[in-house]
């Protein structure tokens, strides 16, 4: 370090260390600095190591990469809020906000107008970690008690409170039986599978409307279909490396009667 430099330290906070998605984040970066009259300081915020926003001595802002947009659409900015404090604002978190935060700052002077680096002092790391909102997800069954054999049996689970894709299983275990069995699954991209062994040669299929109502149809029923049917209802959520992840489940269940004719 030049002879003038001085000594400095600097310091991270997050409002908050674990936040869930669309809540607000800050980033507080201090620099503590004793005998520095005239310098000036240059104030990076870091996220895993990569450049997120700069403020530099001349007191210009700079966004790094994709939250120049981020910055453009007001969902984040940085501003000297005093002498020492430097603060990054993400008004609604994403789950790529989350990470170890670290702020790097350069002491610089001035001569002839022109800024120079003298020293650099990085803040120990703050890790932020973002959760997936908890969803309201509630799912409702409703069919009827008793068919007679021949007719076709259906049964639909109202879900609410969703807010991703929604994919279900339907099972079905009859009245001698002692566990659950696959009817049929529909993924949360559309695709029927999983049906059931005993289900291959017949009618069987399941709907999902709009709205999140699932229904399944089997075409002509059998008495062996009396028993016990349970719909479970998962949704997803995408994750910042693009994967879908199984966010939440909830299942229902009801009793069939199916009698002979």
Not at 99 to 111: L, P
Not at 120 to 135: D, G, L
Request: hydrophobic share 35%.
């Amino acid at each position: 370090a030049a002879p003038d430099a001085g000594s400095f330290s600097v310091h991270v906070t997050a409002s908050k260390r674990t936040l869930q998605i669309g809540d607000a984040l800050d980033i507080r970066c201090s620099v503590n600095a004793q005998n520095l009259p005239g310098h000036f300081f240059s104030v990076t915020w870091l996220k895993n190591q990569q450049k997120v926003a700069q403020i530099g001595s001349s007191g210009v802002l700079t966004m790094f990469d994709s939250y120049k947009e981020r910055e453009n659409a007001a969902e984040m900015r940085a501003v000297k809020t005093s002498h020492s404090d430097y603060l990054l604002t993400i008004r609604s978190a994403r789950t790529e906000d989350q990470g170890q935060y670290q702020c790097e700052v350069w002491q610089e002077n001035m001569n002839d107008g022109i800024f120079k680096k003298i020293q650099k002092q990085m803040s120990s790391p703050e890790t932020v970690s973002i959760t997936a909102k908890e969803s309201d997800l509630a799912v409702v069954m409703e069919m009827k008690d008793a068919l007679t054999e021949g007719d076709p049996l259906q049964v639909t689970c109202s879900v609410s409170g969703f807010k991703g894709p929604l994919s279900v299983s339907w099972q079905h275990k009859n009245d001698s039986g002692n566990s659950f069995s696959d009817v049929i699954s529909l993924t949360h991209d559309g695709v029927m599978k999983d049906i059931g062994t005993r289900y291959q040669s017949r009618h069987v299929q399941t709907l999902h409307s709009p709205a999140g109502n699932f229904t399944l149809e089997i075409g002509a029923s059998a008495t062996s279909d009396s028993g016990e049917y349970k719909c479970i209802v998962s949704e997803w959520t995408v994750q910042s490396n693009g994967e879908i992840k199984k966010a939440n489940t909830q299942s229902q269940q009801k009793a069939i009667t199916v009698n002979s004719v």
